[in-house]
């Protein structure tokens, strides 16, 4: 009794109708054993997906590395004059500087270019989500922010620069502005070398700003 009200209700509507009893037992979307139990129809084969083993969609182009790499160029060569003091007292630096001065002529050719630099980074870069990626144009970001920091440096060795050129104030001028050069170099290899390796540089200070500036 107890098999056939369950054949009744795991029958189609359309099959009570129209089938007899003995043709819902010879049903052949199941099977029924001797002992009126039904069995589990067999699960249909899935194919399996193919692995997309060859996608290197988070990969970074090489002109996406080389475009982030040359923005790190940007505040070096406008801060570059702070090294003035360490380039003097450690010509080896000069040497290691050298394969950049056709870069540091061409930016200190007008006083407009390094304006020019920056709304082109800022404006023509950082803002333009449709021609850049998001690893170039937070590269770019950063570069800009560094730049800005720059102000403020410049600004107290204009206002509390010693005229002279001895005594402890000129020393602490002295350590101050080389200082700051060593920090712009480093930046320039670490944020140039990791773009180069397709690595997302953050720098100290600036990484937070850029991130949120860049959407």
Do not use: W
């Amino acid at each position: 009794m107890a098999s056939a009200v369950s054949l009744l209700l795991l029958s189609s509507p359309r099959s009570l109708h129209r089938a007899s009893p003995s043709h819902l037992l010879s049903t052949p979307h199941r099977r029924v054993s001797l002992t009126g139990s039904i069995a589990a129809p067999r699960p249909l084969a899935v194919a399996p997906r193919a692995s997309n083993n060859n996608d290197n969609s988070g990969a970074v182009e090489a002109p996406d590395r080389l475009v982030a790499a040359v923005a790190y160029l940007y505040p070096f060569l406008d801060g570059a004059h702070h090294g003035r003091f360490l380039l003097a007292q450690f010509p080896f630096f000069s040497a290691l500087l050298r394969p950049l001065a056709p870069a540091a002529r061409l930016f200190h050719s007008s006083p407009f270019t390094p304006f020019l630099l920056f709304l082109t980074l800022y404006f023509a870069i950082v803002r333009n989500q449709q021609a850049f990626s998001r690893f170039v144009r937070f590269n770019a970001m950063q570069a800009v922010a560094l730049d800005v920091l720059l102000i403020f440096p410049d600004l107290l060795a204009q206002s509390f620069a010693p005229s002279t050129g001895g005594g402890v104030g000129f020393e602490i001028f002295q350590s101050m502005e080389s200082t700051i050069f060593l920090f712009l170099f480093v930046c320039l290899v670490y944020g140039g070398g990791a773009c180069l390796l397709g690595k997302t540089p953050r720098l100290p200070i600036v990484a937070d700003a850029a991130e949120r500036q860049v959407m």
